[in-house]
Nanobody, 122 residues
Framework: QVQLVESGGDSVQSGGSLRLSCRASGNTNDYFCMGWFRQAPGKEREPVAVIARNGWTNYEDSVEGRFTLSRDNAKNTLHLQMNNLKPEDTAMYYC????????????????WGQGTQVTVSS
């Protein structure tokens, strides 16, 4: 089973940018769908963006146009470029991978990373 390790979380001011990375210990080609989720204090975990093995992406409405998800299968890495960050983006961000042949914000994900903290101040 692949292991996922996130990095890139930090504290930034509103309007700033961050690039999160997720490095997989195994072959990401085994996982049809990969994505990022986030969980703010006191709230449920929510999907942020997903990407299929062929590069198809889908974004949660609040990040559409601000976040860009990319996947490098050769390097077994996933990147989330986050621009124009807002205080409401503050959360722990988790990378996830799913084996099933579907990819959507509501798909099942089988492997999860430990998370990286993003804090956006106003």
């Amino acid at each position: 089973q692949v292991q996922l390790v996130e990095s890139g979380g930090d504290s930034v001011q509103s309007g700033g940018s961050l690039r999160l990375s997720c490095r997989a210990s195994g072959n990401t080609n085994d996982y049809f769908c990969m994505g990022w989720f986030r969980q703010a204090p006191g709230k449920e975990r929510e999907p942020v963006a997903v990407i299929a093995r062929n590069g198809w992406t889908n974004y949660e409405d609040s990040v559409e146009g601000r976040f860009t998800l990319s996947r490098d299968n050769a390097k077994n890495t996933l990147h989330l470029q986050m621009n124009n960050l807002k205080p409401e983006d503050t959360a722990m961000y988790y990378c996830a991978a799913g084996i099933s042949g579907t990819c959507s914000l509501t798909a099942r994900f089988d492997v999860w990373g430990q998370g990286t903290q993003v804090t956006v101040s106003s």
